[in-house]
T-cell receptor
Framework: GAVVSQHPSWVICKSGTSVKIECRSL??????MFWYRQFPKQSLMLMAT?????????EQGVEKDKFLINHASLTLSTLTVTSAHPEDSSFYIC?????????????FGPGTRLLVL | GDSVTQMEGPVTLSEEAFLTINCTYT??????LFWYVQYPGEGLQLLLK?????DKGSNKGFEATYRKETTSFHLEKGSVQVSDSAVYFC?????????????FGQGTELSVKP
């Protein structure tokens, strides 16, 4: 089946630094990718929809200047957490939408665990 | 707004036991409903889906029926295996196949003991 990778799988950083997370669709092209955030024992919350070649669409309450999304190619989207603070510590998951005719399926990456000290 | 509520875990069962994980939803329209599974160290995988009322999704021995009257989509399996140990997420989408976003429940962890 389709594979989506994320890098890094986990990262620890100091408060105030910026962290970049990559999401790649390995064997298909994805014009649309999604970024989710998951707190322990809670749902995946959609942060933004990343569209190749255009600006990302952010969900209400998500700071676009804090969470920068770039989708420069059909197989790569990046999420940069700028000036990270401890409250940004979370599990970040991406998905890539694969379209086949009228059917579409989202394939998920394994997630990136961020810990901000 | 739309929401999904799952039964809390963890759920611990013995091998070959019957599994039910409850899922109910709130939606303004007629959403598509999904169950995703996340095995340890892996990404979420689509397990099954149903796109309209009374549809039954099934895969790998798991089943779920879209019940509009009770706004439910409970996941069932007649005989679980150790390899079914994972976290299961119920989700909905108001406009799937049209770029509609997925709204997830909080996940239910299943542990199957030999």
């Amino acid at each position: 089946g389709a594979v989506v990778s994320q890098h890094p799988s986990w990262v620890i950083c100091k408060s105030g630094t910026s962290v970049k997370i990559e999401c790649r669709s390995l064997d298909f092209q994805a014009t649309t990718m999604f970024w989710y955030r998951q707190f322990p024992k809670q749902s995946l919350m959609l942060m933004a929809t990343s569209n190749e070649g255009s600006k990302a669409t952010y969900e209400q309450g998500v700071e676009k200047d804090k969470f920068l999304i770039n989708h420069a190619s059909l197989t790569l989207s990046t999420l940069t957490v700028t000036s990270a603070h401890p409250e940004d510590s979370s599990f970040y998951i991406c998905s890539a939408r694969r379209e086949a005719g009228r059917q579409e399926t989202q394939y998920f990456g394994p997630g990136t665990r961020l810990l901000v000290l | 707004g739309d929401s999904v509520t799952q039964m809390e875990g963890p759920v611990t069962l013995s091998e070959e036991a019957f599994l039910t994980i409850n899922c109910t939803y709130t939606a303004t329209g007629y959403p598509s409903l999904f169950w995703y599974v996340q095995y340890p160290g892996e990404g979420l995988q689509l397990l099954l889906k149903a796109t309209k009322a009374d549809d039954k999704g099934s895969n790998k021995g798991f089943e779920a029926t879209y019940r509009k009257e009770t706004t439910s989509f409970h996941l069932e399996k007649g005989s679980v295996q150790v390899s079914d140990s994972a976290v299961y997420f119920c989700a909905l989408s108001e406009a799937y196949n049209q770029g509609g976003k997925l709204i997830f429940g909080q996940g239910t962890e299943l542990s199957v003991k030999p």
